[in-house]
């Protein structure tokens, strides 16, 4: 498979999402390597044309279709699979002035349902086998909630709609990955999650997530839970009762884990970055994400501005590719032409990666 075919999920119609993808889609090389088709709404995709033209001179056209079929997969027109769920008089248009000026409407109901919609639909491509990978710009989770769609984010959608009961979510950048055993929970919960069947099953899926990447024999990294990982059982016991046995019960099945027990959290990052595991298992939201957003996020104080948003989203166990921006909406700034694509391209190569693999499983 040289070329998978991508579904690329607009994201929320009043974010930074249309912006990312038209500024993704204008690197011409970017179709040596796939064949991307955007579900969304032309209204809003029309409208980031406009401010990137504006702002940075970028000169593509849209290939609006209603059917696979009618993709052109040619660079110069972004092929949009247009759902019309936004009307183009709900978009306020700031193009015309000298600096187009941030939409500043935040999350509302119509956004979250629109982009609800948008991934439900390249959920159901994907399950259809019309896509060969999925890639997903921000929605808002508050959005989608107003919207009455009860979820805490993109994983919790994906698996409910894959009928998927075991996943989770695997952050990467460059040489960095790091799947969660809890996320979207308060801290006082993810404690309490952390369980060794859950850590026993993160263990496998970021083991076999790893394979899926291509690398044959990972080696799995085990961040404690507590200071020290517990310091025999002073500061906690997480790391006896629950972590150890599932990390004794990982080597026992033959999963590759160096160290053999829990390392502490505060040098497993370090270990990581110098090449000691593949992929480390984390037990909550930011214990993980804080190490990658620092390696991959860059920030210019002086002309207040992210120079680099780095970082990608895959979830993992799934039946099909999902891969996504490791970043939220950009409200704040949305709709002025200064969206940051790296992200999105860096998800869009981690799609290909996993569909050309899983490719090659298929033919084997």
């Given amino acids: 498979m040289n070329r998978p075919i991508l579904g690329i999920s607009m994201g929320d119609p009043f974010g930074n999402g249309p912006e990312i993808t038209v500024r993704a889609l204008n690197d011409r090389t970017v179709y040596d390597r796939c064949r991307p088709l955007v579900v ?13 033209k504006k702002v940075s001179g970028i000169g593509l056209a849209l290939n609006p279709v209603k059917d696979m079929k009618d993709a052109r997969f040619t660079y110069g027109a972004i092929d949009v699979l247009d759902l019309g769920l936004v009307p183009a008089g709900q978009i306020p248009d700031t193009s015309g002035q000298d600096e187009p000026r941030p939409f500043g409407i935040g999350a509302c109901a119509l956004g979250g349902e629109a982009s609800f919609q948008y991934v439900k639909k390249v959920i159901e491509l994907a399950m259809a086998g019309e896509v060969d990978a999925t890639v997903t710009n921000a929605l808002a989770k508050e959005a989608i909630n107003m919207a009455g769609h009860h979820y805490s984010g993109h994983t919790e959608i994906y698996a409910d709609y894959t009928h998927t009961d075991k996943y989770t979510m695997m952050l990467a950048h460059e040489g960095l990955r790091v799947v969660h055993v809890s996320t979207h929970v308060s801290l006082r919960e993810a404690c309490d999650r952390v369980k060794k069947a859950r850590v026993l099953e993160c263990i496998r899926i970021a083991s076999e997530g790893c394979k899926a990447l291509g690398i044959e024999d990972p080696k799995i990294g085990v961040a404690g839970l507590n200071p020290h990982c517990g310091e025999n059982g002073m500061f906690g016991r997480e790391e006896i009762e629950e972590i150890q046995p599932a990390i004794d019960q990982a080597l026992a099945d033959g999963i590759n884990i160096p160290e053999k027990k829990p390392t502490p959290p505060d040098t497993i990052f370090s270990k990581a970055l110098g090449g000691w595991y593949d992929i480390v298992v984390v037990m909550y939201h930011d214990q993980g ?24 989203n895959v979830t993992l166990g ?6 996504s921006v490791d970043h939220g909406t950009g409200f704040g700034h949305a709709g002025s032409g200064h969206a940051n694509e790296l ?8 799609a290909i990666r996993l569909a050309r693999h899983a490719d090659r499983k298929e033919g084997e």
């Fill in 40 to 52: 969304g709404d032309v209204s809003s995709m029309n409208y980031a044309l406009k401010v990137a």
């Fill in 289 to 312: 994400h804080i190490p990658l957003k620092v390696k991959g996020f860059v920030y210019n104080r002086e002309e207040k501005h992210w120079e680099a948003v780095a970082g990608v």
């Fill in 318 to 323: 799934l039946p099909i590719i999902r891969a």
């Fill in 343 to 350: 992200s999105l391209i860096h998800a869009m190569d981690y």
